[in-house]
């Protein structure tokens, strides 16, 4: 659309408005990807927590109902050494509260995974041939990028700082998603693990956006119009929108999640690392609040994750990770599709006046 201020993101993407709906796994379906890419935007699918089989059959079923172009999303850390010692001392930490719920302490500790970008899931890109691939936590070895960009793939991924952002414009990246620290789920650092550099987007676009020549993607805190006329005013060419995605009736997020979108307060989120061992922003629940949002004794990413299975089993409210980004009061009742919709046409209005 012309009426845009910056067309080089819709041009290079081939969608027709600036909004990329965010990969949020766990919480992201077929069904939200298709209704987003319906309404001209980019629609995501998230891949980290789906088996090889599982992320066939979900690009299967996009591919199906829509030629638009799509967007799949994955991580690319790297798995930690194993740490048995420090896997039971977070167990230890955790024991009160197994006694307490009555779940069984001395059975095996489940396994908490997420899989990070590798040759079979590079594999499928080269069969489905995405139009975009993104990335979290920087970007995957260069002959695994290299095998990624000769699909025609355009490369996205998160930059949490300034330093960042050069670092993945030098690497390959066609475009650089700014993501402040108001954002939900998982912050993307990967150069630092110093939360103390994190910054808020309305700090951090611009300064982004004056470092990096390819197109700037604003991520965190942006729930409403608003929020997209703002971002686009610091020089954004396009805005990704996770958390205001929670509340359509696409998204699968368990019931507890759920209350608590609706019903915490606007400051009730902070960023913990004791849902999988790296910083991510959530609302506040009993464990954060107990044990403290973010604790050392938490193992190395993904691994965290495991011993609070059987305590979420017991306590889902309590003890599993309920991300949202810090805009989610904004949210609305709609379908992805109406959301979508609403919010391009609603910052037209605002770009207009």
Excluded at 194 to 201: F, H, K
Excluded at 259 to 281: D, I, K, M, V, W
Aim: with cysteine; hydrophobic share 45%.
């Amino acid at each position: 659309m012309s009426s845009w201020p910056d067309t080089r993101l819709l041009d290079l993407l081939g969608i027709e408005v600036p909004i990329i709906q965010a990969p949020m796994a766990g919480a992201t379906t077929p069904a939200m990807v298709i209704a987003a890419n319906e309404a001209g935007a980019l629609g995501s699918l998230p891949a980290a927590t789906l088996s090889i089989e599982q992320l066939r059959e979900a690009l299967t079923s996009i591919r199906q109902a829509s030629q638009r172009p799509i967007n799949v999303n994955f991580f690319c850390h790297q798995p930690p050494q194993a740490d048995e010692a420090r896997d039971r001392r977070w167990k230890d930490l955790l024991e009160p509260y197994y006694r307490e719920l009555g779940a069984d302490f001395d059975a095996p500790t489940p396994v908490s995974n997420r899989a990070p970008f590798n040759d079979a899931a590079c594999e499928v890109v080269e069969a489905f041939r995405p139009e975009v691939v993104s990335f979290h936590f920087g970007l995957p070895e260069k002959a695994l990028l290299d095998r990624v960009k000769a699909t025609g793939a355009k490369v996205l991924s998160s930059a949490t700082t300034v330093e960042e952002a050069v670092w993945l414009e030098q690497h390959g990246c066609d475009a650089i998603i700014a993501m402040g620290i108001e954002a939900g789920g998982h912050r993307g650092m990967f150069l630092s693990d110093d939360l103390n550099s994190q910054i808020g987007l309305m700090a951090l676009l611009p300064q982004i956006v004056d470092a990096v020549s390819v197109p700037v993607i604003a991520a965190g805190g942006i729930g409403d119009a608003r929020g997209i006329v703002a971002a686009l005013a610091l020089g954004a060419c396009a805005v990704q929108i996770g958390t205001a995605y929670l509340f359509t009736p696409e998204a699968t997020v368990s019931a507890s999640h759920y209350r608590a979108l609706r019903h915490a307060q606007a400051s009730e989120t902070a960023l913990t690392n004791l849902f999988t061992g790296r910083p991510a922003r959530g609302i506040v629940n009993r464990v954060m609040r107990e044990l403290g949002a973010i604790n050392p004794a938490a193992p190395a990413f993904p691994g965290a994750g495991g011993a609070l299975m059987p305590l979420k089993a017991k306590d889902e409210a309590g003890f599993a990770n309920l991300w949202a980004g810090q805009a989610f009061g904004l949210g609305r009742e709609l379908p992805a599709r109406q959301l979508t919709e609403s919010l391009a046409s609603q910052a037209l209005k605002r770009l207009s006046r």
